[in-house]
């Protein structure tokens, strides 16, 4: 079993910083391509940010250019997403999400079907 525990949400004002992460257990996370995704009320889940399996290649969302940054320690297990300068918009859960990949495939995926291990989500309110 795969299991993917997020912490880190909370309140926080416009213009603020949080730190997310994302720990998990039971597979080999170093193969494994992560991502962070969100998902508003009302509002379809989105990506944020995905990494591949070596952290040397990540994707962002417009929206979060410049602002977010996700990064991995596979020695630790854990899947980080920086967050800074926050808005109102970034209002949402967040959920880690991850996908073995052959060690070949250097790429982040980048798809909501391409992932098939979730966990249960971390809320995050930014407050104007």
């Known amino acids: 079993q795969v299991q993917l525990v997020e912490s880190g949400g909370g309140l926080v004002q416009a213009g603020g910083s949080l730190r997310l992460s994302c720990a998990a257990s039971?597979?080999?996370?170093?193969?494994?391509?992560m991502g962070w995704f969100r998902q508003a009320p009302g509002k379809e889940r989105e990506l944020t940010e995905a990494?591949?399996?070596?952290?040397?290649?990540?994707r962002y969302a417009d929206s979060v250019k410049g602002r977010f940054t996700i990064s991995r320690d596979n020695a630790k297990n854990t899947v980080y997403l920086e967050m800074n300068s926050l808005k109102p918009e970034d209002t949402a859960v967040y959920y880690c999400?991850?996908?073995?990949?052959?060690?070949?495939?250097?790429?982040?995926?980048?798809?909501?079907?391409?992932?098939?291990?979730w966990g249960q989500g971390t809320q995050v309110t930014v407050s104007s």
């Open positions: 999400a991850g996908q073995p990949v052959a060690n070949y495939y250097s790429g982040p995926l980048v798809g909501l079907g391409e992932y098939n291990y």
């Open positions: 039971g597979g080999a996370f170093s193969s494994y391509g």
């Open positions: 990494i591949s399996w070596s952290g040397t290649r990540t």
